[in-house]
């Protein structure tokens, strides 16, 4: 029985097994698709499909640079443990590797890219190691940045991946300027800001926080009978502290006295004799915004001994 290509692509939407094994199946098994499902169940390749219903929430976040390209990756597994595994490591800086050189256009593409070594996609390499760590994993997103210096940061083994990306101009001795950029990725990591500058802020994310701020000044008591232009600056004043929480170049620097990463920047760049400037960064944390799966081991235990 002949089969169509539309065919190898119902095989892979059906097991999530990759394009060229379903192939295989469909050739093997004479274009039957029950044959086809049950020849990849048989090699064991359509257990992949299973496990990718399940909640990857762990994983790596890792940062890279590959030939002066810098990468952020963020790869999800279900456990914490399967990140010390040495084959899942090897594959997260395999996806940093391919997005370094092919320079896909959106994770899709990504996906659909040739693995780097390999004759098999990113999804079909992925959906490989599935198989050999018995885990769903999970490409979930990454940053690529081609122009000037990438200083990436990697924190507590891939709980944090951070790249800072920065402009360097008349400065010889990068040394001093890659160690800077490492100490403004801790600060990153740590911090956790949401914007580079303050001028990053858009107008209505700042308009809500005056709203906020307002009703939070005017419920206060000991604020009652304060004139509207004196509430006025007490709100200047409170955005300000609402930069310093959530703008890096408005942040004090960790490892300063009293100094904004702002000043701190622009006296290492005087002390150098040239111009640094933070033009972009990126901080992934494994696992941020997923809902992480909540076992009920007593209900668990309950149904084995039923």
């Not at 996806?95 to 996906?111: H, R, S, Y």
């Not at 079909?124 to 760590?133: F, K, S």
């Not at 703008?247 to 990463?261: A, E, F, T, W």
């Not at 000043?263 to 760049?269: G, R």
Request: aromatic share 6%; with cysteine; charged share 30%.
């Amino acid at each position: 029985m002949a089969f169509t290509a539309q065919d190898v692509k119902e095989l892979r939407e059906m097991t999530g097994v990759g394009m060229m094994d379903c192939k295989k199946a469909l050739t093997e098994s004479g274009g039957d698709m029950d044959k086809a499902v049950e020849y990849l169940r048989e090699k064991g390749l359509a257990a992949a499909q299973k496990k990718a219903g399940r909640i990857a929430a762990e994983g790596m976040a890792y940062a890279a640079v590959v030939d002066n390209v810098g990468v952020v990756v963020e790869v999800n597994a279900e456990t914490d443990f399967v990140a010390k595994n040495e084959k899942f490591v090897e594959y997260v800086k395999g996806v940093a590797e391919t997005v370094a050189k092919t320079n896909p256009a959106d994770l899709d593409a990504l996906m659909a890219t040739n693995y780097l070594g390999t004759n098999k996609t990113v999804t079909e390499q992925q959906q490989e190691m599935v198989l050999v760590i018995g885990e769903n994993i999970n490409v979930r997103r990454f940053m690529r940045y081609t122009d000037g210096l990438n200083v990436p940061y990697i924190h507590a083994g891939g709980k944090i991946g951070v790249m800072v990306n920065m402009q360097v101009s008349g400065i010889d001795n990068t040394d001093v300027v890659v160690e800077l950029g490492k100490d403004i990725a801790m600060q990153i990591a740590a911090m956790n800001p949401t914007y580079l500058d303050k001028a990053d802020v858009d107008e209505s994310v700042l308009a809500k926080e005056k709203d906020i701020l307002m009703v939070q000044i005017k419920e206060d008591p000991k604020n009652a009978n304060k004139p509207d232009n004196i509430i006025e600056k007490m709100i200047v004043g409170r955005i300000g502290k609402f930069y310093e929480d959530t703008c890096l170049l408005q942040q004090s620097y960790v490892k300063g006295d009293k100094i904004s990463v702002e000043n701190h920047i622009a006296e290492v760049a005087k002390s150098l004799g040239g111009s640094i400037k933070v033009a972009a960064f990126t901080r992934f944390e494994k696992g941020e915004g997923i809902e992480k799966r909540q076992d009920d081991f007593a209900a668990e235990i309950a149904n084995m001994i039923k």
